[in-house]
């Protein structure tokens, strides 16, 4: 890892005057290794995927287990891969085309989006097997926004309206499941925004002055803003983040073109993350941020060259924790799932 130079010196700005925030590291492809069992993981079992269309992991639970989606003509179709076992359960889902949005061990939360953009959450108790819909209350003022929900937190749902193109700004709403009258205005043209744990996140581009990223506190209402380097400005792709801990947001930059800055919940840009990523990120965990073939790892500071992919089209995928489960995609529609030492 090399210091990160002047020219792209980050600086935390919280609205009052205060010393500079240190330089953050900068980890470029240069930098990864080859992941190696016994060192960096433990190898628990090798998914075999593809055997439906478009199947795909994309979710691991904090117990350690695979969420499985695929697709055919009747619709979305989800099932819970036991690494352990190498048994897989199918789970209950509505609609056609569901999204699974979120699962824990009480609850799996999903979303359906009609044609008009308009969103229908369900919400399944896994002990009483007993599935409920609530449809987001219509608020944009503009006809043609599409909803998306972004954060789930107890039976509070955070979503945004906005264009159905992609980098643009969006509105924030929140709204308690099942009670349409408790909605409430969270945020006006955020850029590209997550919720998670209390914490709301977006990005503001600066047309004419510097971008920022920027947090607010629902319990405090405190705003924190960092402002992002000269000749970098926040890409469309969605701030992540799985525990509030740390963001992660995408950038285009004067050289190289795309960077990923990992940004603590204080405002401070601990990383800068140089690799080919003309996707972005694919995934934030609590251990660091899955790429197309390399995983960087906060806990330890490597960036790890975790699979020989070749072609594959599957999508890493890892959970929560401080040693996760994680899945790693190879080749011929295979997947490695292994646990972080």
């Keep these: 890892m090399r210091a990160l130079g002047p020219a792209l010196a980050l600086l935390l700005t919280l609205g009052v005057a205060g010393s500079a925030a240190a330089e953050p590291a900068v980890v470029t492809q240069d930098d990864a290794i080859h992941a190696r069992a016994g060192r ?3 190898r628990l079992a090798t998914l075999r995927l593809g055997e439906s269309e478009g199947e795909h992991a994309n979710a691991v639970t904090a117990s350690g287990k695979v969420v499985l989606t695929s697709y055919d003509d009747r619709g979305s179709h989800f099932r819970l891969f036991d690494p352990e076992t190498g048994r897989r359960t199918y789970l209950p889902a509505p609609g056609t ?196 073939d390399l995983f960087y790892d906060v806990a330890t500071g490597r960036l790890l060259d975790y699979s020989d992919i070749g072609n594959s089209e599957i999508v890493p995928a890892g959970g929560p924790g401080d040693h996760p489960v994680q899945v790693w995609p190879q080749r011929d529609g295979r997947a490695l799932v292994v646990r972080l030492k």
């Design 40 to 42: 960096d993981y433990t």
């Design 97 to 292: 085309y569901p999204t699974m949005i979120d699962i824990s061990a009480p609850t799996i939360w999903y979303d359906v989006v009609d044609r008009e953009g308009l969103a229908t959450v369900y919400r399944f108790d896994r002990s009483s097997k007993r599935m409920r819909s609530f449809r987001l209350p219509d608020a944009s003022q503009h006809r043609g926004d599409v909803y998306r929900v972004i954060g789930v937190q107890g039976r509070t749902v955070w979503y945004t309206s906005g264009p159905r193109q992609e980098h643009s700004s969006e509105d924030v709403w929140s709204v308690r499941f099942g009670r349409p009258h408790s909605l409430a205005a969270q945020g006006r043209k955020l850029g590209n925004p997550t919720f998670v744990d209390g914490v709301l996140a977006w990005s503001e581009y600066g047309i004419r002055g510097p971008s920022h990223f920027a947090t607010r506190e629902l319990a405090t209402g405190e705003v924190t803003r960092t402002e992002l380097p000269d000749g970098c400005a926040p890409r469309g792709d969605r701030v992540q983040s799985s525990d509030a801990r740390r963001f992660v947001l995408i950038l285009n930059c004067d050289l190289p073109e795309i960077e990923a800055a990992i940004i603590d919940r204080t405002g401070e840009v601990t990383t800068i993350i140089q690799v080919a990523m003309d996707d972005g990120s694919l995934g934030t965990t609590d251990r660091g941020v899955f790429f197309y």
